[in-house]
């Protein structure tokens, strides 16, 4: 079975600088898809960034960037310029790329973005 | 700016009282998806649609938890009856298995059962 782990439950971060959040995932699956989301103080699930286990290049949304590496079956997301506005728990998400369109989640990491 | 709604957005209900919660996935999407977060289990699917016909309701208690797709524009989520237990915040998301596969989550339900 799939397997999500985000080993970090909590970090802050300054201001404009940069900071850096973990994932890694365990699956036998060689086609997949990897997902983060933010949620907000306001709930709403916010698709932030998405990423092909078949492209080796990795994604990029403005700020937001990741480092995957599907090798060692890790997937970050890299946040540039840190805003106040990017406070929220971020999820990583698994898919299996075998068309059954499940979600799997990890438990979260809750970044504050400190003035 | 195409989005998933959800009502209601809070409710508050006594134990052993029906709740319905519905939703209304993005016009065009084919797959509709019901999760439950709770601080406890955080993120858990609870069941699942494509193309109104249900695949996967093997994370729903059977007993008391039932979802139907009325028809492509409504999603609904029943709890009969409810129990304290149930309190949590039940998200709506749907997506399009020919497109990029990504789920849109709606706003949620939060629901206290008292």
């Known amino acids: 079975a799939q397997t999500v782990t985000q080993s970090q439950p909590e970090m802050s971060v300054q201001e404009a600088e940069t900071v850096t959040l973990s994932c890694t995932y365990d699956?036998?699956?060689?086609?997949?898809?990897l997902f983060w989301y933010k949620q907000p103080p306001s709930r709403q699930m916010i698709l932030v960034i998405r990423?092909?286990?078949?492209?080796?290049q990795n994604a990029t949304e403005n700020r937001f960037s990741v480092n995957f590496q599907k090798a060692a079956k890790s997937f970050s997301l890299k946040i540039s310029d840190s805003q106040l506005g990017d406070t929220a728990m971020y999820f990583c998400?698994?898919?299996?790329?075998?068309?059954?369109?499940?979600?799997?989640f990890g438990t979260g990491t809750r970044l504050k973005v400190l003035a | 700016d195409a989005r998933v709604t959800q009502t209601p957005r809070h409710k508050v209900t006594e134990m052993g009282q029906e709740v319905t919660m519905r939703c209304q996935p993005i016009?065009?999407?084919?797959?509709v998806f019901w999760y439950r977060q709770t601080m406890m289990q955080g993120l858990e699917l609870l069941a699942y649609?494509?193309?109104?016909?249900?695949?996967?309701d093997s994370g729903m208690p059977k007993d008391r938890f039932s979802a139907e797709m009325p028809d492509a524009t409504l999603a609904t989520l029943k709890i009969q009856p409810s129990e304290p237990r149930d309190s949590a915040v039940y998200f709506c998301?749907?997506?399009?298995?020919?497109?990029?596969?990504?789920?849109?989550f709606g706003p949620g339900t939060r629901l206290t059962v008292l």
């Open positions: 998400a698994f898919m299996r790329g075998s068309g059954t369109y499940k979600y799997i």
């Open positions: 649609f494509r193309n109104r016909a249900p695949l996967d």
């Open positions: 990423q092909e286990a078949y492209k080796q």
């Open positions: 699956t036998s699956e060689n086609n997949y898809y």
């Open positions: 016009l065009g999407h084919n797959t």
């Open positions: 998301a749907s997506g399009l298995t020919t497109g990029t596969d990504t789920q849109y």
